[in-house]
Every structure is written in structure tokens, then in C-alpha cells.
């Protein structure tokens, strides 16, 4: 099946409209590579993914997988993102260097962020960000050694005007995805989403300067939690 011309030519046309650029076309391109291998892991893997922000069933067939594929390029924005931290856990205040590649149907973007905040994380946290250069971002991130976190990150818009960051990590965290939704205000009443699960906000311990941290301990965290 994967290999007569027609498919041959649906899987280049498919590859060109999904893909953009840098760390997220690869993401694509490796699913695709393996996908035309028959490599039922990887395809399961992204449909993971796809099943969670979109509902895509799991039991598709590869015609509609594939389609759903391209849609969730066409409404969601896709940031591959690295972020490496300075502190200390006795540190009052946290500081992160973050990178982000933005892809995006209209638009592919590459920026750097220095950020200053509150290790502890909850509603009303204060933050401070402040826009830096992106080799200078890469060398202060090398500079963090150990005390990283790499994720892909799903920004889907929601129908009251908000929108749902969803979380997918990679290296050692791999498999933890948590979604989150900035809100105007603690008051503010919306809807939450169907692909979201049990409310974190305010849960000690499971930040991503912790998950930077400590890994282990954040997954172990979770696992208690979640029994």
C-alpha cells in the first residue's frame, strides 16, 4: 500500500503542505520517514499527540490520520522550545533562559527570551520578561548544563477568546504532557476543554524548573498523585 506511485506522490505533496521549518519540521519529517516504513510505533506515538488537542480517533485509517495531520498545522501553532535555568532550588526567584522556534501555517520564528519569576508557580504568579538575542540565548543555555527541559509545545485557540498551551516533554521527561490556560483574572469563568484531565494548578513540586531540577522526583510526584 505504501508504495504504489499515487501514495508515493500523496505522502511528497502531504510532506510539503505540513511541513515548516527548523526543530518542529523535523518532528514531522521523522514521523513521516518512519510512517513510510510501516513503523506502527511512531505512528502511534503521533497519534497520541493528535488524539489529545484534536480528537483524532486512534483507530483512523492512514487517509485520515494524514488529514487530520495537516489540519492540526492549519489551527494549531507549533513551538519547539529549550529552556535552561540559573537558580538555585533555595533561590527565591527564578531565572530562565528560554528558546523557541514559532511554527505557525503563515509564519516561521525563531526568538529568545530571558525571564525572572517566582519559583513558586500558581495564580497571580509576578514575572518579568525581557527579549534577548538568540546566540547569546544558545550559550547561556549550554552555560545551564543539566538544568533543562525540552518539549514541544501545542498553542491551540479555545472558543471564549483563550487559548490552551499544551505541553509535550522530551529526554527524560518523555510522556508528561500538561496543558495549561492563562486567564485574565483567579474570577474568571470559561470552559475548559475536553482533551484536559485533572487541575494541577497550584501542585507543588511539578514545575518545569523542577522538572529541570530533578526529573525523577517530578515524575515520582506524579505518579503518586495520579494512583
Known amino acids: ?33 518512519a510512517a513510510s516504513r510501516d513503523d506502527a510505533h511512531a505512528r502511534t506515538a503521533m497519534a497520541s499527540e493528535l488524539t489529545l488537542i484534536h480528537g483524532v480517533p486512534p483507530d483512523c485509517n492512514e487517509r485520515e490520520f494524514l488529514r487530520e495531520l495537516q489540519n492540526a498545522r492549519l489551527v494549531s501553532e507549533i513551538r519547539s522550545i529549550r529552556q535552561g535555568y540559573y537558580s538555585d532550588p533555595k533561590d527565591s526567584m527564578v531565572v530562565r533562559v528560554r528558546q ?18 517566582r519559583s513558586d508557580s500558581g495564580p497571580g504568579m509576578i514575572e518579568h520578561e525581557f527579549q534577548i538575542n538568540n546566540d547569546q540565548a544558545s550559550e547561556m543555555i549550554d552555560e545551564c548544563g543539566d538544568r533543562f527541559v525540552s ?21 527524560s521527561l518523555n510522556g508528561i504532557q500538561i496543558v495549561e490556560i492563562e486567564i485574565p483574572s483567579e474570577n474568571h469563568v470559561f ?3 475536553d482533551f484536559c484531565g485533572v487541575e ?3 501542585m507543588p513540586g511539578i514545575s518545569n524548573f523542577n522538572m529541570a531540577l530533578d526529573p525523577a522526583k517530578v515524575r515520582g510526584i506524579l505518579k503518586d498523585y495520579f494512583k
Open 151 to 171: 518539549k514541544y509545545r501545542y498553542v491551540v485557540p479555545l472558543p471564549d477568546g483563550l487559548k490552551a498551551e499544551i505541553d509535550f516533554f522530551n529526554g
Open 100 to 117: 523557541q522556534e514559532v511554527n505557525h501555517a503563515q509564519y516561521f520564528q525563531k526568538s529568545s527570551f530571558l525571564t525572572i519569576k
Open 191 to 193: 470552559t475548559i476543554p
Open 1 to 33: 500500500l505504501l508504495f504504489n506511485v499515487p501514495t508515493i506522490v500523496a505522502w511528497i505533496l502531504i510532506g510539503l503542505l505540513c511541513i515548516g521549518a527548523g526543530e518542529v519540521r523535523m518532528h514531522y519529517h521523522a514521523y513521516l520517514n
Open 200 to 202: 494541577l494548578t497550584g
